[in-house]
Nanobody, 120 residues
Framework: QLQLVESGGGLVQPGGSLRLSCAAS????????LGWFRQAPGKEREAVAC????????HYADSVKGRFTISRDNAKNTVYLQIHYLKPEDTAVYYC?????????????WGKGTLVTVSS
C-alpha cells in the first residue's frame, strides 16, 4: 500500500521552530517531486514548499520564504520541512505530497496531515 505519513506537528509558541517529517512506504520517492502544503481553518489548502526529484530545485510561497526549508533524504525515503520563526498564521494542518511530474494542487499521493498550532 502506497502511503505518506507526516509527523512532527504540535503546539509551539510564536517564534519557535519545528521539523516536520514525511516518510513514504510502498514506493520510493527518488523520482518524485515532493511538496508540503497546508490548510488553515476556514481557508483553502496552499502550497508552501516544493522540491524537485534531484533536490536541486526548491520553491517556496512568499509567506514562508526565509523561514521554511524543504529537504529530502532519498536514502531514508523521507522529506522534511524545517520551520523557524513560527507565527500564529502558520497554524494549519500540514500535508506532504508526491507527484511524478509537477508540484501542484493535483499531486499523485497525499499524506493525511499533521497539525501545527502556533500559540502562546
Amino acid at each position: 500500500q502506497l502511503q505518506l505519513v507526516e509527523s512532527g506537528g504540535g503546539l509551539v509558541q510564536p517564534g519557535g521552530s519545528l521539523r516536520l517529517s514525511c516518510a513514504a512506504s510502498g514506493f520510493t520517492l527518488d523520482h518524485y517531486t515532493l511538496g508540503w502544503f497546508r490548510q488553515a481553518p476556514g481557508k483553502e489548502r496552499e502550497a508552501v514548499a516544493c522540491i524537485s526529484s534531484s533536490g536541486g530545485t526548491t520553491h517556496y510561497a512568499d509567506s514562508v520564504k526565509g523561514r521554511f526549508t524543504i529537504s529530502r533524504d532519498n536514502a531514508k525515503n523521507t522529506v522534511y520541512l524545517q520551520i523557524h520563526y513560527l507565527k500564529p498564521e502558520d497554524t494549519a494542518v500540514y500535508y506532504c505530497a508526491a507527484d511524478r511530474d509537477l508540484c501542484s494542487s493535483y499531486m499523485d499521493y497525499w499524506g493525511k496531515g499533521t497539525l501545527v498550532t502556533v500559540s502562546s
